[in-house]
C-alpha cells in the first residue's frame, strides 16, 4: 500500500493562496455597495416645469434659470432636490425679469432641473466644475428637453435661453444632445448662453456649433458677462480667466466700438420696492476682447445689488439689455421663418 506525500513546497503556497482569497472575498462583501447611477427627474409630473404655456406661437423657447439657491446649513447637499423651496421661489424670480422677455416671440417652456450650490460650485476647478454641471444638473435638462421636443414641440423651431448656470447647462445640452440629434439641431434658431464664457477652444472642440456675427444669423450662438471696466482682469468671479467670445447686446456685431444707451431699445429695472419696470437705456455697452466681456460704464453701483461684488453686474445681464434681448429674439425668429416684416 503506497501512501501518497503532499510536497511542503506545494501546501504553503496554496494556503496562504486560500487564506488571502478569502480575506479578500470577505472584504468585498463588507465594503460600502456603489452610489447608484443618478436617475432624471421625471417630467411627465407637471409639477416639475416652471412654464408650460399654451401653444399661441409659431416659435418655442426652451429657458433655463441661473442658480436660485444656496446651501442654508454646510451639511445640506451641494446639488438641492428638484422641489428645494428655496430654488422653486429663486427660479420664478428669475424668469420673470430674464424669460418673460422672450414671451412676446414664442412660447416659453421653462423645467425645473436639480442645480448646484451656488458657493460651492464657484470654488471648484474648472474641471471639477464642468463634471459637476456636466452632471446632474445636465442629466435633468436633457431629460426635460428630451420630453419637451416629444410632447410639447410638435416640430417648431426653438430657441434656447439660459443665464448662469442654466447657460453653463445649456452648453452642455449643446455639445451632447444636439450633436447627436442633428434633426433637432436644425430646428434651433438660436442659443442665448448669457452669464456664462462661451470659449474658442469650447467652439472648436463642437464644430457643429457656430457662434453668432450679427443681429439675424440664426443656429448661433449669442453671449456676453457684463461688467465694469474698473474689473482688473481675473477680477470678475463669474469668468475668472475664461476668455470668451462677446456680441454687443445694442449694436449685436462682435466689434469693440462702444454702443450708447441712446441706441438701445430699454431695459428692465427694479424700481425703490424692487418691482421691475422698463426704462430707457440704463447701460451702454463695449465688447473687451481682451478679457471676453462686456463692458458697462453707465451702470450707478450704488444703485444695484451686487452679489458678486463692485463692478460684476452678472445679475442685470439681462435686465440691462432686456428689450434689445427681446427685439434680437424676435429678429432671428423672423429671419429664420422667413418673415420679411
Given amino acids: ?100 422677455a422672450f414671451e412676446t416671440v414664442g412660447n416659453v417652456y421653462a423645467p425645473f432641473y436639480r442645480q448646484a450650490d451656488i458657493n460651492w460650485i464657484l470654488n471648484l476647478p474648472q474641471d471639477q466644475k464642468d463634471s459637476v454641471i456636466g452632471g446632474i444638473p445636465t442629466l435633468d435638462a436633457t431629460a426635460a428637453f428630451d420630453f419637451y421636443l416629444n410632447h410639447f414641440n410638435k416640430g417648431r423651431p426653438f430657441i434656447l435661453a439660459g443665464h448662469s448656470q442654466g447657460s453653463n447647462v445649456l452648453l452642455f445640452l449643446l455639445s451632447r444632445y444636439l450633436k447627436q440629434h442633428p434633426e433637432v439641431y436644425s430646428r434651433m434658431i438660436a442659443a442665448y448662453i448669457i452669464g456664462n464664457p462661451v470659449t474658442q477652444n469650447y467652439l472648436t472642440a463642437n464644430p457643429h456649433l457656430r457662434f453668432a456675427m450679427g443681429p439675424d444669423d440664426t443656429g448661433v450662438i449669442i453671449s456676453y458677462n457684463t461688467q465694469s471696466p474698473a474689473i482688473p482682469p481675473g477680477g470678475n468671479l463669474v469668468v475668472l480667466n475664461l476668455v470668451g467670445l462677446v456680441i454687443n447686446p445694442i449694436t449685436w456685431t462682435r466689434e469693440t466700438t462702444p454702443a450708447t444707451t441712446s441706441q438701445g431699445l430699454g431695459s428692465f429695472m427694479p424700481d425703490s420696492a424692487g418691482h421691475f419696470t422698463k426704462v430707457p437705456q440704463y447701460a451702454d455697452a463695449r465688447v473687451d476682447p481682451t478679457q471676453g466681456v462686456l463692458i458697462c460704464t453707465t451702470a450707478v453701483d450704488s444703485n444695484l445689488i451686487l452679489g458678486f461684488g463692485p463692478g460684476v453686474y452678472h445679475s442685470y445681464d439681462y435686465p440691462f439689455y432686456y428689450f434689445n434681448l427681446q427685439e434680437n429674439a424676435l429678429r432671428r425668429a423672423n429671419k429664420f421663418l422667413g418673415k420679411t416684416d
Avoid at 24 to 50: F, G, I, M, R
Avoid at 68 to 86: E, G, L, R, S, Y
Fill in 1 to 100: 500500500m503506497k501512501t501518497r506525500i503532499t510536497p511542503y513546497c506545494l501546501t504553503i503556497p496554496l494556503i496562504f493562496t486560500l487564506i488571502i482569497t478569502t480575506l479578500w472575498s470577505c472584504n468585498k462583501k463588507n465594503e460600502d455597495p456603489p452610489d447608484p447611477a443618478p436617475v432624471a427627474t421625471d417630467y411627465s409630473q407637471v409639477t416639475h416645469w416652471l412654464s408650460v404655456p399654451v401653444t399661441e406661437k409659431a416659435v418655442d423657447i426652451f429657458y433655463l434659470y441661473p442658480t436660485a439657491w444656496h446651501k442654508t446649513n454646510p451639511d445640506d447637499p451641494n446639488i438641492c432636490p428638484v422641489d428645494n423651496p428655496q430654488m422653486l421661489q429663486g427660479a420664478a424670480s428669475a424668469y420673470q425679469r430674464q424669460a418673460a
